[in-house]
């Protein structure tokens, strides 16, 4: 398997080139996005096929890249669970923009960066050695800050290009650093000699911290995911939905082989600040996602959210592994690997709505959208599973993960340590919150964009999208309402992952009656989705036929929003700002919101102005100061370009003089 | 002949920082070649006395190098073209010779305390000497480059800083040829290409003082 997930690979990043030979062929875009679907969708098989067989590590070694260190590739069950869930994020993306990229202007723009983003992906998931990572991870990046300047003739898409180039370029050099410091002096960059290095507890914490860091910024975790509500919208959709859906998930990927895999044992307190970031994350995300009046941008805020939820999911399991509690660590990191697949599934199809409203009405602005639920009336069916999904409501696959993962932290009085028998029920809390806040979000979402009645006249003239889009975003819902009634399956495909990082797995869920998930025989508690979606389906059918029976059959149709108020213009609707308005309100600390009402003097015929402003506090207390700081020293150090010779050569001279006592009196 | 072979290397590596000082306070042009050119005597009897104690026959050939590199054709090069400039006399030192003498004191001491607390673990007595000795004389040929406007003098500055290079490597036992004859002929480029810098800046500015390139660069306001 590895061969041909490695043939794959190479396979996409040559179509990268062949895409860019492809200029003024008008049948490209077709070609490409069905080569790319074709060839993720192989990545995926070759994943569940590696996972449900239980192959061990398999490795190849091409004679690419640095030379005689080549690039060392190897797929094992860890790599194997997000080579799957990037074959299907990327298929599902692929077949979408088989009829996306049909309305787009230049398509030139993105054919030649999008087979090999996905390429670059596949390597780092199956990168053997560092090299091999960090190269791939920096293609990536910079593939996919290609595809985000797409629209490079906006003004706010090139400062978000910015933004991202730099965090990337960040990012990645806290990276280099992490896996240097892993290599130790020796530079034994392989990951098979990373695994065999004795570490100090003080080395390995800083490692993950530096990870959390590098990988973090990737994914989106507080206070590093200012670039990511910025960067990811302004791509076309289907690269948001796998910049979203995938693209987090192979950052994710880059934690949890070092944190598990690679670095061996950490001490237990380092599993706090894990928890804690993506506790806060989830909940920060969310808020900003409850409040954003931008539908892509809302997704992109969700996403930090889940990013958050997982993270959470990953410290729990640090937690119970460094207490010697297998079983418990590897629910809680089934917990996270399940809600990332997950994610991976809504989140595309998500972005693939957002995506199919914006080609049928051109806006993404959700005070502009509305009523689609006539105008598009199988997108509106499929957004419906989505939001579902997202909110966590069963027998979605939604609230597959989020259940686990209460599991976990309700096992949390096990943990010997006091500090985390407070920490983890607090960051439960906040989890919990983090998921209601998630339902009022999409229940936002949904009910903007596709209930009430049309904001616009795009809105109104809207038109559903063509075949190859509906196809994608079905197949998307159909693997969502599956994840959620069979999430037995998905837990046992992952079991061999989730052995190989805590050493241990869930019992194997297969021979369970009506497809009931028990996890561990200590939580005394089980679920099964496909009894709840019989009766979820049993019931609704029920009390709608009763409905139907009891009352009249007549289709009746009467003024919309009619409570008294029978004025005919659609901004009298609840709109997004409206839906934001309580928790804004509630939560107006954390938003930094204020509200000022601007009134006209006496005699001024201008309408009274209501005006809301809210700003990310990450943003104006960490990022502020520090752009400030560089351009203070910058403007100082600048006179540095206008010294003599003579002068250089002094500080040259001087500074390794500096050098050399340090290291005269270090010694 | 094990502590003759020490207090021989010791004393030729020893007398090369000495005429490093000496280079510091010289204050004619020719004086200064002559005596980069008794350093450059000096590193190849070090060499071939290192050569016949590691019974290192490459080595021989790296002190013919310096010998007839440095000791002559270098020294020789640089006369004529102090000689064509007539800039016998400027030697401009930026500060006086007795501060860049005791700054040079202190690097030397910085650098003896450094490299033998360094080597500590390192069996041989003889390269742990000969590093500290290296160290001072590339150090004190920075400081000529630093302490000189005269674009003469920091190229013998430089030299000498090379001069430096090739002891250490000297008394490493174990640097490849191939490396000291490339390092050599690096060495001998970067003297041709400065050489004729020096003529194109003297061409434009009718000095080689290199502050007056200085009023010429694009980007000062």
Known sequence: MIELSAAIALGLLALSLAAAA?????????????????????LALAGVWTLATQAGAQGVHLPIGLPWIGAHLTLDALSAVFLMLLGVGGAAASVFAIGYGRHEHEPHRVLPFYPGF?????????????FTFLLSWEVMSLLSWALVLTNHRAEETRAAGYLYLVMAGFGTMVLLLAFGLMAGPEGGYEFEAMRTVERSPALAVLVLALMMIGAGSKAGLLPLHVWLPAAHPAAPSHVSALMSGVMTKVALYGFIRVAFDLLGPVPWWMSVPVIVAG??????????????????????????ENIGVIFAALGLALAFRANGMPALAALALTAGLIHAMNH???????FMVAGAVLNATGRRDLDGLGGLIHRMPKTAVLALVGVTAISALPPLNGFVSEWLLFQAVLQSPKLSQPGLQFLVPAAGGLLALAAALAAAAFVR??????????RSDEARDAHEVDRWSLGAMAGLALLCVLAGILPGVLIDLVAPAVDLAVGAHLPMQANNNWFTLVPVAVVHSSYSGLLVMVFVVFSGGASAWLVHR??????????????????????????AGSFSQPIRRVMAPVLAARETVVMPPPGDATPARHEVQTEDLAWARLYLPIIAAIDYATTRLNALQFLTIRRYLSLVFGSLVLLLTGLAIWN | MSSYAFDISHLLAGGLVLVSFMMIYQDRMYALLNTFALQAVLLGLA???????????????????ALVFKALIVPWALHRVVARMGIQRTVETVTGVMPTMLAGMG??????LLMLQLTEAAENALAREDLAFALSVILLGMLMMVTRRNAVTQVVGFMSLENGLILAAAGAQGMPLVVEISVAFSVLIAMIVIGVFLFRIRERFDSVDTEALDAFRGERQ
């Not at chain 1, 996905?118 to 560092?130: E, I």
């Not at chain 1, 409040?291 to 969700?302: E, H, M, Q, T």
């Not at chain 1, 991976?344 to 998500?350: A, G, I, P, V």
């Not at chain 2, 060499?47 to 190098?65: G, N, R």
């Open chain 1, 22 to 42: 492809m200029r003024g062929l008008s049948a490209a875009s077709a070609v490409v996005y069905g080569t790319s679907a074709a060839f993720s969708l192989a």
């Open chain 1, 118 to 130: 996905l390429g670059a992906m596949t390597m780092v998931v199956l990168a053997g050695d560092a």
């Open chain 1, 279 to 304: 506790a806060l994350t989830a909940v920060v995300g969310i808020l900003f996602a409850n409040i954003d009046g931008d539908g892509k941008r809302v997704l992109a805020y969700s996403t930090i």
């Open chain 1, 344 to 350: 991976m599934l809504f989140k595309s199809l998500l």
């Open chain 1, 445 to 454: 979402f949904y009910g903007v964009i596709f209930l009430g009645r049309a």
């Open chain 1, 550 to 575: 009891l009352a009249s059959r007549r289709l009746r149709r009467a003024p919309a929003w009619d409570c008294g108020f029978p004025n005919a213009d659609p901004v009298t609707q609840y709109g």
């Open chain 2, 47 to 65: 060499v071939a006395w290192q050569a016949f104690t590691q019974e290192a026959p490459h080595l021989y050939a790296t002190a013919a190098i």
């Open chain 2, 107 to 112: 690097l030397v001491a910085l650098s003896i």
